[in-house]
Nanobody, 123 residues
Framework: QIQLVESGGGSVQAGGSLRLSCAAS????????MGWFRQAPGKEREAVAI???????SYADSVTGRFTISADNAKTTLWLQMDSLKPEDTAVYYC?????????????????WGQGTQVTVSS
């Protein structure tokens, strides 16, 4: 079992920055891939950024160049640095981890999820 707890959400004006954190506990050594997802009102949940055990990262086109995902070597903390925020970044952001032996952006690959943290960007 792996438990995930997000923090760092809040309200910010467009152009501002926020840093999300995700604290992982439990059998974190089994995590092959960790990622951030988000869900805006009325929309499906989408992958924002993922990082695998080798440190390889992947970003959604909409956040490339503005967001940075990182994790510590022990896989106990995952971060998402969000810069140049836009109103369309407003969503509930979820931390997720996968214990499957491959990494990807599909929700179905992730078997542990946090409770989510709200990010609101005003214009």
């Amino acid at each position: 079992q792996i438990q995930l707890v997000e923090s760092g959400g809040g309200s910010v004006q467009a152009g501002g920055s926020l840093r999300l954190s995700c604290a992982a506990s439990g059998y974190t050594d089994s995590s092959a891939c960790m990622g951030w997802f988000r869900q805006a009102p009325g929309k499906e949940r989408e992958a924002v950024a993922i990082v695998d055990v080798n440190g390889h990262t992947s970003y959604a086109d909409s956040v490339t160049g503005r967001f940075t995902i990182s994790a510590d070597n022990a896989k106990t903390t995952l971060w998402l640095q969000m810069d140049s925020l836009k109103p369309e970044d407003t969503a509930v952001y979820y931390c997720a981890t996968s214990t499957l032996p491959w990494c990807g952006t599909g929700e179905g690959l992730y078997n542990y999820w946090g409770q989510g943290t709200q990010v609101t960007v005003s214009s």
